[in-house]
């Protein structure tokens, strides 16, 4: 499953962006370092699925929005349980 990918750099950065939450609390809300979320802000990394996850939560980004390009059932009802 390491391959699957919900992050799309550009849309979550606006997301973050008009909601006011800064890469500090995003990290200190996931647990992740502070230079690894700038990394993935600055495109220089992606997350992993784990952190993707995790982010969305800390971001209020619907389920339905953060799947809509993965198709196989079983990785969204895998990713579904985690985020639920």
Request: no cysteine.
């Amino acid at each position: 499953m390491s391959d699957i990918n919900l992050w799309d750099r550009e849309s979550w950065d606006a997301i973050r962006r008009a909601r006011g939450i800064g890469y500090a609390e995003i990290a200190e809300a996931t647990g992740i370092t502070y230079k690894a979320v700038t990394k993935w802000f600055y495109g220089e990394r992606t997350p992993s699925l784990r952190s993707q996850i995790l982010m969305a939560k800390v971001l209020n980004i619907p389920l339905a929005e953060a799947l809509k390009n993965i198709t196989d059932p079983a990785v969204r009802s895998a990713i579904r349980s985690v985020i639920l």
